[in-house]
C-alpha cells in the first residue's frame, strides 16, 4: 500500500496509538513517525498477545501476555489496522510553550557568513579565552617565529668548467645527440 505525504496520517503524531499487526498481537505506543510503504515507528511500545489456555486447566480462558518493547519500527506489510488510544500527552506541550518563552540570557546574536562583516571581536571573558598561561600548550617564546640563518660552510663553492661546444655535422639540426632529421628509410617515433 502506498501513501502520500499529505495524508491524514500525519494529524495523529505524538498520538498514543493501538496497532494490530497480522500474527494477531497488538502493540500501543506513541505513533511517531510513518513513510510512504505504512511503516511505523512506534516510542514507548508495549505488546499484548492472546495466549492458549493452560494444558492443565479445563476453563476456555485466555490469557494474556504484556511485554515492554520500547521504541519500534513496523514493516507495513504486517499492519492491519491502527486506532487511536489516547491523545499526545500534555507534558510535551508544555515543555515546548516553557522552552519558547524562556528567558533571554546574556548572549550576544550575531551574524555571520558570507559578505557580512562581524563586529569587532570584544575580549573574551576569562576562562573562555583558551588555555591558561603555562598550562598545557607550548610556552609562548616556542609559537614565535625563528629568523633563519643560513648554515655555515666550511668549504667555498666549487666551480666547474664550461662544456665543450657540441660541433654538428651539416644538416643536422640542434637538440640532443644523435637526433637529427630522419635519414633515408627511417621513421622517427
Given at each position: ?30 505513533f511517531m513517525a510513518f513513510d510512504r510503504h505504512m511503516n511505523l515507528v512506534l516510542g514507548d511500545c508495549e505488546e499484548f498477545r492472546k495466549l ?138
Open positions: 500500500m502506498s501513501m502520500s505525504k499529505s495524508s491524514k496520517m500525519l494529524q495523529y503524531i505524538n498520538y498514543r496509538m493501538r496497532v494490530t499487526i497480522q500474527e494477531g498481537r497488538q502493540l500501543v505506543g506513541k492458549p489456555p493452560a494444558k492443565g486447566k479445563k476453563t476456555n480462558e485466555e490469557r494474556e501476555d504484556l511485554r515492554t518493547l520500547g521504541l519500534v519500527l513496523l514493516r507495513g506489510e504486517d499492519v492491519i489496522s491502527m486506532t487511536v488510544e489516547g491523545p499526545p500527552p500534555p507534558e510535551e506541550s508544555r515543555a515546548k510553550a516553557v522552552s519558547a518563552a524562556a528567558l533571554a540570557g546574556p548572549g550576544i546574536g550575531r551574524a555571520a557568513g558570507r559578505g557580512i562583516p562581524t563586529a569587532p571581536l570584544v575580549q573574551a571573558q576569562p576562562g573562555l579565552a583558551g588555555p591558561v598561561r603555562g598550562v598545557g600548550g607550548p610556552a609562548p617564546g616556542m609559537m614565535q617565529p625563528q629568523i633563519s640563518r643560513p648554515p655555515q660552510l666550511s668549504a667555498p663553492p666549487l666551480s666547474y668548467p664550461n662544456p665543450p661546444p657540441v660541433i654538428r655535422p651539416p644538416g643536422q639540426m640542434p637538440g640532443y645527440p644523435g637526433q637529427g632529421p630522419p635519414q633515408n628509410g627511417e621513421r622517427s617515433t
